[in-house]
C-alpha cells in the first residue's frame, strides 16, 4: 500500500525547472533509493515534498490520500513526514540530550493552556524520558551531556536523525546522510537507519554514495534533469544500460559488483 504519492509534480525557478512532470509511489514500509547526478532534482524534491518550497505544478498525497502539497512545513512534520538536511541543523551550544528534548517540546507544541492546566511538568518530564530514549537508541547514551558542538562528525549526523525521530515519523527523508563520513562511520550509519526502518518507519533517502544505496535500499529511483529516468531494484538499476549512460558509467558499474554492460 503506498504511504506517499507525486503526481505530475514541477518546480520551476524562473525559466529552469527543477522537476518536471514527476510520478512516483512510495510504498508503505520500504526504503526507497533516490539517484541522480548533480542538478538531477533530488533535494528539491525533497524540499517540495516536504513544504520546504511549494510546487509550480502537480500534487503530493500522503497517508490515506491526504493532499499536502502547499502545506506548511511544520504541518507537514506534525502529520509524521519528516526530514533531515545535508548540512545537520543542531543546536550546538547544546547537550546531545537537550536537543533532542528541544525537537520533543517542537513536535509535541505546548502551550499555555498546558501550564495553566499544570501539566507542563509532566510534559517536561514525559519528553526527557522519550528524549532519552531516542538517543539510547540511536548510540548516543554515553554522549548525552557532550555539547553537540564537539561531537565527530559521523556522531553529529546520527543526531540529526535523532532530532527527526523525536518528530514521530511515519516516513522519514534522509539527504545525503553518509556525507563526509568515513568507511566505517559508514557502515555504523547504514545499520542504524535499518535500525530506525525495522521501528516500522518508512525511508526516503537521497545519496551519492552508490555502494552504500545498493545495500540498504529495497527499490531506487533515478532521477536526471528533474524526470524520472527509470526504477527497479538494485540489481536491475546496476544492470540498467540508460542508467549507466546517463549517470554511473561503466566503470562506477563494475565497482559496484555489477555485470559491466556494453554501451
Sequence with gaps: MSILEVKGLSKHFGGVAALSNLDLTIEEGEIRGIIGPNGAGKTTLFNVISGVYRPTSGQIFYMMGKRIDG????????????????????????????????????????????VLAGTFKRMEEENIQKALEIVEFMGLGLLKNELATNLPHGHQRALGIAIALACEPRVLLLDEPLTGMTPTEKEKMIELIKKVHQQGITVLIVEHDMKSVMK???????????????EGTPDEIQNDETVINAYLGTEDITSLGGEKVAT
Design 216 to 230: 540498504l535500499c529495497h527499490y531506487i529511483s533515478v532521477l536526471d534533469f528533474g524526470e524520472l529516468l527509470v
Design 71 to 114: 502545506l506548511a512545513s511544520s504541518k507537514i512534520a506534525e502529520m509524521g513526514l519528516v526530514r533531515t538536511f545535508q548540512r545537520t541543523s543542531l543546536y550546538d551550544n547544546f547537550t546531545v540530550l537537550k536537543n533532542v528534548t528541544v525537537a520533543r517540546h517542537l513536535h509535541a507544541r505546548e502551550n499555555i493552556f498546558g
